[in-house]
């Protein structure tokens, strides 16, 4: 399948800023089966002043805001031929090693919500496969998809208390309880192509499981299935902070307003 994406991101500040530096993580990672087409991004109010690959081998462009700036704007566009692989994206690569995926992060932390949800878990499985696709579904049980009553800082513990959330959190959750259980686990940000709309207004998050025999795993907790070849993986690490698409600093009084036009289509 092949996937076309336009994705802009627009930030409107009140103030002029004085300075600012942004780390882009939204160049596709290239892997048999999930080919990069092309792909180009466009910055608007800033300029790229770096490139590098982090410890999970995503790319990073690291963005300095212009000097006075009041808006800023980052524009990608590309293709991405994709093959559906069941969720399996294989052996383990990359600079950081296995073990450093079962540590916990402030966001995946377990707690007791999360060792109550495991206990619903109990009983006997045909494969680990299967426990983590129950697990995934007991989430999505215990914490109906809701927007607007959690945030990019809402740790798996509190969306478990709230008991509604987003794909972010749904993420941190399964993070969260498959290191617990002995699996490493990484958050994935990244695309999909939705069913019913071409239009979005926000990127997707899902997670990713390492299982022996198999290698790594996909899980989208949210929609209750392994992603197929209408997803395309972006970054990934131990939670939203290591794979966010952008995030920065900046100095300068005002506040900011975030605007995200977004689509993905056949």
Request: charged fraction near 25%.
């Amino acid at each position: 399948m092949l996937l076309k994406i336009n994705h802009e991101t627009r930030y409107v500040y009140d103030a002029p800023v004085q300075y600012g530096l942004q780390q882009v993580r939204l160049r596709p990672k290239e892997r048999p089966g999930h080919v990069i087409k092309s792909w180009n991004i466009e910055i608007e109010g800033g300029a790229v002043e770096l490139s590098f690959e982090d410890q999970h081998c995503n790319h990073v462009d690291l963005i300095n805001i212009e000097r006075g700036r009041t808006e800023i704007i980052i524009r990608c566009t590309g293709e991405v031929e994709n093959s559906d692989a069941s969720g399996i994206m294989g052996s383990h690569s990359g600079f950081a090693p296995l073990w450093y995926f079962k540590q916990s992060t402030v966001l995946t932390k377990a707690g007791p919500k999360t060792r109550k949800l495991l206990k619903s878990l109990d009983g006997e499985y045909e494969s680990e496969i299967a426990k983590l696709h129950a697990l995934s579904a007991q989430i999505l049980k215990k914490v109906r998809y809701q927007t607007g009553r959690t945030d990019a800082e809402t740790d798996a513990e509190s969306a478990l208390s709230i008991r509604e959330g987003v794909c972010q959190d749904h993420s941190h959750i399964f993070c969260a309880a498959a290191r617990a259980l002995g699996f490493p686990a990484r958050y994935v940000s990244g695309y999909l192509m939705m069913s019913d709309r071409v239009d979005q207004n926000a990127t997707h998050a899902w997670a990713e499981a390492y299982v022996g025999g198999l290698g790594w795993v996909g899980f989208d907790i949210s929609n209750g299935y392994s992603p197929d070849e209408r997803y395309v993986r972006v970054a990934t690490g131990l939670d939203y902070r290591e794979a966010s698409p952008i995030s920065g600093l900046r100095y300068g009084a005002g506040s900011e307003d975030m605007i995200v036009t977004l689509q993905v289509q056949q």
